[in-house]
């Protein structure tokens, strides 16, 4: 098939701020009566978007209270069993593209074509009523997705057993945990039968374990040669579930290209300050020897919270050396999310890959920037805490910071070209492999 | 997979007379669900159930019975006043609560419109079927008095116009449905509209046979009251079951004129509202 299943065609949405859609018939009639007396409009303007301004014609301007576009002008077209990822900060639009495609609101220019039976996911349970039993939630939650009776009929068995309530199935839902609401809400959602699957944030249900199954019946749905559409904040589940993806931005289109390309272009040009942390000369952990005044995660030389799992990655120790002749050195010990060490490194020289000429020497006073290089494809997607020392003849210590700073190591889809599922371990280094054959 | 798929053109809608019967079609088993889905909410939620439904009416009847009738001695038509005022009530209950329903429906469904889409005119009429519960629940209530009043000794039979009954329902039910998306589209644009959905309802009510016969209304006032498309179903109702009032065929005919005028401009005018309601939220 070559005719594209979605397409989108200069799609734009405008939304109006300020007076908008007249919440009280007092102030419609006010409005009418200044517009036939040609008296100023009274325009209360809310900025609270955070989103581009867009100036009107001189004649709109006056009448018209100011407006933003959600969306502007975005055109793209999608392949059947094609999965696309959409990727923004907030309010970048992500959300109206999928309202407009889902036919909750209607776009203010421009058209999307789309072939086949569409279901969105832009809530889990919409539509549940607490006095129905989970068996009549079902039927309803279903219908209101689109879902013929026949279908969910069709479908039920599979969905009371993967919702895991199969005990419950005929209480009223308002005896339910809320996890239990939500693992049966997702369950009929993810049964839904339909050629384009328009999903929003909802994969971020339930514990983790329930998660990863969550993720798993997605990538189910994907392989199953469904159009999907896909809106995450969670990086690395869309890189493990779209090759294609687009970036919005203020209601833009700013790339349209294979999901590692556009994660990269978003990460570098978010400026992010998490992953630094100083010290004034006054507070600056440390003696009268040396003090530690900064500490910094680095990806491509930018400071960062995210850094790339293909990149190396940079740790930088900021320290003033107060006294003449301190013999000083920089360790640095790295910890998952559970607690775990994951290693510890110091600038010896028996246990660097370098050998770095200020190792071992007496420093003079001032000012010093110690940086170690964590190479690239060595730690896994995960979150680690740095614990930053500085310490004096290797053994006594003289400053010591646990969880200085903080950082998230995205997964690009760079390592999971073959295997796209979850790696345990607190690190995924790459290693040689060798084959012998015997025989 | 279906083998030709339906293709969906979004844009936006210029026309004014766009309506998606087709779309409407395909959810009907979501306004079955849904009509389900009222009956239980409603039934379980409070103390005395359905009982409510019966209660309230016979409540409502013995007070009119005792003001209207006793003290301020308005005739009913040579009726008893209770099965008089029972029958008009009736009728007019599955009005103005279908009425109200719609009229709220926006709001109160603001939350589902928000998240999914299907047709919205699911919603205002499952709301006219789910109403016809308690219209069959008070039909009963009023069989109920019927009988003891025919034992009693009153001229009372039953009567085969009865039966046309049903269509007297459809009437109503698209009436209701007619200014309740009339009101539904306007409270979603004023929302302050909202405060006189009930005043409304209580004018309205004054303004129909219902604790006076028609035939009591001065000649000269007549048409007032006969241009309130009410006041044909009620009389025709009290007709169809007490054999009193009535309207003439010409005065009936005028009723559903309006009825089908209100209810294709309540259409026209509720889809032309639902379609970017969601961004006034």
């Known amino acids: ?439 | 997979m279906q083998s030709t798929p339906k293709t969906t053109l979004i844009e936006t809608k210029q026309s004014w007379f766009y309506f998606d019967i087709q779309g409407i079609w395909e959810y009907r088993d979501l306004i079955l669900l849904l009509v389900k889905r009222d009956f239980i909410a409603r039934y379980k939620q409070t103390v005395l159930g359905p009982l409510w439904f019966i209660i309230q009416p016979i409540l409502m009847t013995f007070l009119f019975s005792f003001i209207f009738a006793r003290v301020a001695k308005i005739p009913t038509d040579g009726i008893p006043s209770n099965l008089f005022y029972l029958c008009s009530l009736m009728i007019w209950n599955y009005f103005s609560q279908s009425f109200s329903n719609i009229a709220g429906s926006f709001i109160a469904n603001a939350h589902i419109y928000q998240k999914v889409y299907f047709p919205r005119l699911i919603i205002p009429i499952s709301l006219t079927l789910s109403n016809t519960f308690t219209l069959l629940l008070q039909l009963a209530t009023f069989f109920a008095f019927f009988f003891y009043y025919q034992y009693a000794g009153a001229a009372l039979s039953f009567h085969k116009s009865m039966l046309y009954f049903p269509l007297v329902y459809l009437h109503t039910l698209a009436l209701a449905l007619g200014v309740g998306l009339w009101m539904s589209a306007l409270t979603a644009k004023y929302r302050d509209l909202s405060h006189l959905t009930q005043f409304i309802m209580q004018l309205w009510m004054y303004a129909t046979p219902i604790i006076f016969p028609l035939s009591e209304v001065p000649a000269s006032y007549k048409w007032i009251i006969l241009l309130n498309p009410m006041s044909a179903i009620v009389e025709t109702t009290k007709y169809l079951f007490l054999s009193a009032g009535g309207v003439t065929p010409l005065q009936y005919s005028g009723s559903l004129i309006l009825t089908v005028f209100l209810l294709t401009t309540g259409v026209l005018l509720y889809q032309r509202v639902e379609r970017t309601f969601v961004d006034t939220l």
């Open chain 1, 1 to 439: 098939m070559n005719t594209p299943v979605i397409e989108v065609n200069e799609l734009s949405k405008r939304y109006q701020l300020g007076s908008i859609g007249h919440q009280s018939l007092r102030d419609s009639l006010e409005s009418y009566w200044r517009k036939i007396f040609n008296k100023a409009p009274i325009t209360n303007y809310e900025d609270n978007t955070g989103g581009r301004w867009e100036a009107e014609g001189p004649r709109a301007k006056s009448t018209l209270p100011k407006s933003i576009w959600a969306l502007n002008k975005v055109s793209f077209s999608l392949q059947a069993g094609e999965t696309l990822g959409i990727i923004g900060r907030n309010g970048a639009g992500k959300s109206t593209l999928l309202k407009v495609l889902s036919r909750i609101t209607e776009p203010t220019n421009g058209s999307a074509r789309v072939q086949g039976r569409v279901a969105s996911l832009l809530e889990v349970g919409t539509g549940f009523h607490p006095e129905l039993t989970g068996r009549e939630n079902i039927f309803l939650n279903g219908a209101i997705l689109g879902m013929k009776r026949s279908e969910i009929k069709k479908k039920f068995d599979e969905i009371v057993h993967f919702s895991e309530v199969e005990a419950f199935i005929d209480t009223p839902v308002k005896r339910y945990s809320s996890g239990m609401t939500v693992r049966l809400a997702f369950a009929v959602a993810a049964h839904l039968d339909s050629d384009i699957l328009i999903v929003d944030e909802v994969l971020a249900v339930g514990d983790s374990t329930y998660q990863k199954k969550c993720v798993d019946k997605m990538k189910q749905t994907v392989r199953e040669g469904r159009t999907v559409l896909f809106v995450s904040h969670q990086l690395a589940t869309l890189s493990n579930l779209c090759t294609r993806s687009i970036l919005l931005d203020h209601g833009n289109l700013i790339q349209d290209g294979p999901t590692q390309d556009v994660i990269s272009n978003y990460l570098s040009n978010e400026a992010l300050s998490g992953g630094q942390r100083t010290w004034d000369a006054s507070d600056a952990p440390g003696t009268k020897t040396a003090r530690l005044r900064s500490v910094q995660v680095l990806s491509n030389g930018q400071t960062t919270d995210q850094a790339k799992i293909d990149t190396p990655i940079d740790i930088e120790l900021g320290f003033d050396c107060l006294q003449n002749g301190a013999k000083l050195s920089c360790c640095v010990r790295l910890f998952d999310k559970l607690g775990n060490i994951a290693f510890t490194t110091m600038n010896l020289a028996s246990v660097s890959a370098s050998q770095d000429p200020m190792i071992g020497q007496a420093y003079a006073k001032g000012h010093y920037t110690a940086r170690c290089t964590i190479p690239a494809n060595f730690l896994n997607d995960d979150y680690y805490a740095v614990h930053a020392l500085l310490v004096q003849d290797v053994t006594q210590i003289l400053a010591s910071e646990e969880d200085a700073v903080s950082f998230t190591v995205i997964d690009t889809g760079a390592m999971r070209q073959e295997y796209g599922g979850a790696w345990p371990g607190v690190i995924r280094p790459k290693f040689s492999w060798t084959i012998e054959r015997h025989n």
